[in-house]
């Protein structure tokens, strides 16, 4: 068989998996298009409390950490800070470690203990249940009316509490989310693009999904739950790797009201290596798809308008793009090639919608999250070739997510590093650090495989093909290389505490 009969046969099967690879792909961004007119529609409903109270409900701050030594300190710092009447209030420090994080945590603990805070430090010998485990077994020693939660990495303002607490003053309402800020978006293009992508989702995502009357999800911390909501849910539960994505779903479907608060900013640390902020949105897609497997059916034999079991779907399957992102990797380089010879009207009749709805779509809604969260627009415009970029150079670290969560294989929880860095101080002397993986020598492998395809692509003069080979090679060496050049910088392992430092 010759070259031109070989093209013949191929054309028809690749570049119709090409095109419903396209076509879904397409449906996920149409649907952010339709988050992004949802904002729109309904920026200006800002959210009140129902009433205030006289007499301030009581209230648990848990702090779920596990190996945390370089942030401990400063996290159990800014929760003493917490604008509260002490005979109302208990923090809990619900500590799973098992390095010298526990003995840090303790000595802070006695200190604020000494200085008059109700705080206590509990302490599990087994990590049973991981995140899950430790919130549940927190919930059942606590005294409050009301539970707050705070990750490792946050620094919570002053005034948190009582900026939610009101809120509750509606009996209905079962649980309070607040923004995530960024104490780290500066520390490199990593960390730039992190803090743009999850301001589209707290800026665009929840406002849109929270007062359109969908359901968003309380994202593990920076928020604020009613006990009386999270057992009526059926409490913590640890078969997925998103325990708050799941509880929020149970709580929603139980006719619990959530709402959101983007104006309340809680500042965080951002993952500043390239295998923590792997495995932390391995763990996020994971968990997502999890959830969708056991929530799903359930939600959608339910009582709920339409509107809401079609978010829901959206939401919870978003990740499955990834999954068409890594086939669309494999198939870009022989689909450029056999359209070559195809008419450039019809090639450009088919591109166009593709690009509004996938390209564009990306374009609009992390610029406009950007400008809402206080940000210049043309400082987004020129951040997403490189968001776009890292999307791509994902799929394969995301794909095997949702591809394990697809086969039910269960993982462990593996939380994601936080190092508390000193301005132009680096990761290097720290331990905790996520090196390369299986993944990463496939994504070197793709990089290459694209470039290839890129000088294929030039030799014939298709130029027009060159600007998305050049995305998918540039996303693949970026995440490659940037796990392969943390695993091969020795670790110095340091100490240093905020508290020294």
């Known amino acids: 068989m010759g070259l031109a009969e070989l093209e013949t046969w191929l054309r028809l099967p690749v570049l119709g998996l090409y095109g419903l690879l396209l076509f879904g792909m397409s449906l996920y961004g149409a649907h952010r298009w339709l988050l992004l007119y949802l904002y729109w529609r309904h920026r200006r409903e800002i959210p009140r409390p129902r009433a205030r109270f006289r007499d301030l409900p009581s209230v648990t701050v848990q702090l779920p950490v596990y190996n945390e030594m370089y942030v401990i300190e400063r996290l159990i710092e800014a929760a003493c800070r917490l604008d509260y009447p002490r005979d109302r209030l208990e923090i809990q420090v619900l500590d799973d470690s098992t390095d010298e994080t526990r003995a840090i ?3 802070a603990v006695a200190r604020a203990r000494a200085a008059g805070h109700p705080i206590v430090h509990v302490h599990r010998e087994t990590r049973t249940g991981f995140k899950a485990g430790a919130l549940a077994e927190g919930l059942r020693r606590a005294r409050g009316e009301l539970i707050a939660v705070f990750d490792a990495d ?11 607490v009101h809120y509750f ?11 995530w800020g960024h104490l780290n978006s500066e520390h490199s293009p990593l960390t730039r693009v992190q803090a743009l992508l999850l301001d589209g989702h707290f800026v665009i995502e929840h406002t849109a999904r929270h007062r359109s009357g969908r359901f968003f999800n309380f994202n593990g911390t920076a928020g604020m739950w009613r006990r009386r ?8 539960q640890h078969d997925t790797l998103t325990e708050d994505l799941d509880l929020s779903y149970r709580a929603q479907m139980r006719g619990w009201k959530f709402v959101y608060l983007p104006h309340v900013v809680a500042p965080a640390e951002l993952p500043v290596e390239m295998g923590a902020f792997k495995s932390q949105q391995h763990r996020w897609a994971k968990g997502s798809i999890q959830t969708a497997r056991k929530l799903l059916p359930e939600l959608l034999r339910g009582p709920l308008p339409w509107p809401v079991k079609l978010e829901a779907i959206f939401h919870l399957t978003a990740n499955v793009g990834y999954v068409l992102m890594l086939a669309l990797a494999l198939l870009i380089v022989p689909a450029v090639w056999l359209r ?13 919608p593709v690009m509004f709805f996938s390209t564009a779509s990306v374009a609009a809604f992390y610029t406009v999250a ?12 020129a951040r997403i070739p490189l968001l776009m970029a890292v999307g791509i150079g994902l799929c394969v670290n995301n794909a095997r997510a949702v591809m394990e969560a697809w086969l039910g294989r269960a993982s462990e929880f593996h939380r994601t590093p936080k190092y508390n860095l000193l301005p132009g101080e680096s990761p290097a002397a720290r331990r905790y650090r996520a090196g390369a993986n299986r993944d990463t020598w496939i994504e070197a492998l793709l990089a290459l495989y694209v470039a290839a395809g890129m000088t294929a692509a030039a ?7 060159l600007p998305f080979l050049a995305l998918f090679a540039l996303g693949f060496a970026y995440t490659a290389l940037g796990a392969l050049a943390a695993a091969h910088v020795p670790s110095a392992v340091s100490h240093r505490s905020p508290a020294s430092a």
């Open 370 to 381: 950007h400008r809402e969260a206080g940000g210049r627009p043309l400082r987004a415009l």
């Open 340 to 352: 070559r010879a195809m008419d450039p009207l019809w090639i450009a009749g088919f591109d166009l």
């Open 154 to 164: 946050f620094v919570p303002p002053p005034d948190f509490l009582q900026r939610l």
């Open 459 to 465: 030799a014939a003069g298709l130029w027009g093909a």
């Open 105 to 107: 945590a303790r000595r």
């Open 169 to 179: 003053s509606d009996p209905e309402v079962g649980m309070v989310q607040a923004r």
């Open 229 to 236: 909501c999270i057992e009526d849910a059926g409490g913590w």
